[in-house]
C-alpha cells in the first residue's frame, strides 16, 4: 500500500459552511429569521407538525435545516440545480433519512418526474424563484400546484416589488443598501466574497466551477408584485393566495389548495 493509498481528504466543517451561508443571507435580509419563522408558523396552522415538505430550489437546505429543528417528525425533499449549495446540502444532512435531495432544472417541464412523491403537505421557498421570468414562473406555478395535495400550502418568501409605488421604493432600496454599506465595512461577506471562498475549498472548488458554468454570475428574472403572485397561483390551481408576512422590501405569500 502506497502513502498515497492511505491518505484520507479533509472533510468541509458543513456547520460552518451553513454559517457562513447564513451569515452572507442575512447581509441581504436582515429579517430573515423571521420570514422562516411565519414559514413554520402557517405549516404547523395548515398542515400540523409532520408535514411531507418540498424544499423547492432548497440551496444550502436552509429550510429544511429549521423545518426539522422545529418539527422532528417531518420529511423534506430539497431539490436544486447548483450543486455547490447541494454538496453543502447533502453534506449537512448525510445519514438523516428524513430528507432526500434531487439534483433538477425547474425550468425542465420534466423535472417533477425526479422527485420521490407524487404529493406533499407543503412546497417551500425563499429567496430563489426571482431568478425566473414571468412566463417560466407561471408554468411552475401550475406544476407547484399539481403537487400539493387539496388542503395542502405552498410559501414562496422572496423579492416583490410594486412597480406602482416608485418613490417608496427609492427610498427603501437606498436605505437598506446604505445598510448593507455599512455591514460591509464592519466585515460582512457579499454574495461575490462567499463564492470567492467556495472557489478556494478543496471540496467545494469543483461543483463551484460547475456551478458558474450553469447559472454565470447571477441569473436575470423577475420581481413581479405579491398581486401577480397571488393571481397567478390562483388562476394555475389554488383556491387561495395572499401575503402572510411583509418586509418593506420582500413578501412571504401563501397559496392554499
Not at 432600496?173 to 470567492?196: F, K, V, Y
Amino acid at each position: 500500500m502506497t502513502d498515497a493509498d492511505t491518505t484520507t481528504t479533509a472533510t468541509p466543517d458543513w456547520p460552518a459552511w451553513q454559517e457562513s451561508w447564513d451569515r452572507q443571507q442575512e447581509w441581504y435580509m436582515p429579517d430573515r429569521e423571521e420570514r422562516f419563522r411565519i414559514m413554520l408558523d402557517m405549516v404547523e396552522a395548515l398542515v400540523g407538525t409532520a408535514p411531507r415538505v418540498l424544499d423547492l430550489a432548497c440551496g444550502t437546505g436552509s429550510i429544511t435545516a429549521r423545518l426539522l429543528r422545529r418539527f422532528p417528525e417531518a420529511t423534506s425533499t430539497g431539490v436544486d440545480l447548483d450543486p455547490a449549495l447541494l454538496a453543502i446540502a447533502e453534506g449537512t444532512f448525510a445519514g438523516d433519512e428524513r430528507v432526500s435531495l434531487v439534483t433538477a432544472d425547474l425550468k425542465d417541464p420534466d423535472w417533477p418526474a425526479r422527485l420521490p412523491y407524487d404529493s406533499y403537505d407543503a412546497v417551500l421557498t425563499a429567496t430563489a424563484l426571482h431568478w425566473l421570468h414571468r412566463e417560466p414562473l407561471a408554468v411552475l406555478y401550475g406544476q407547484i400546484a399539481d403537487l400539493v395535495r387539496d388542503g395542502g400550502v405552498f410559501m414562496n418568501a422572496d423579492h416583490m416589488i410594486d412597480e406602482t409605488t416608485p418613490r417608496i421604493n427609492a427610498a427603501e432600496r437606498a436605505q437598506r443598501h446604505a445598510r448593507m454599506e455599512r455591514a460591509r465595512r464592519d466585515g460582512a461577506l457579499d454574495w461575490t466574497d462567499w463564492w470567492r471562498l467556495a472557489a478556494e475549498d478543496p471540496v467545494l472548488a469543483g461543483p463551484t466551477a460547475r456551478r458558474f458554468e450553469i447559472y454565470g454570475e447571477h441569473a436575470d428574472g423577475d420581481m413581479p408584485s405579491p398581486e401577480w403572485h397571488a393571481r397567478v397561483l390562483r388562476e394555475r390551481g389554488f383556491g387561495e393566495a395572499r401575503p402572510v408576512w411583509c418586509s418593506p422590501s420582500d413578501t412571504l405569500l401563501l397559496a392554499l389548495k
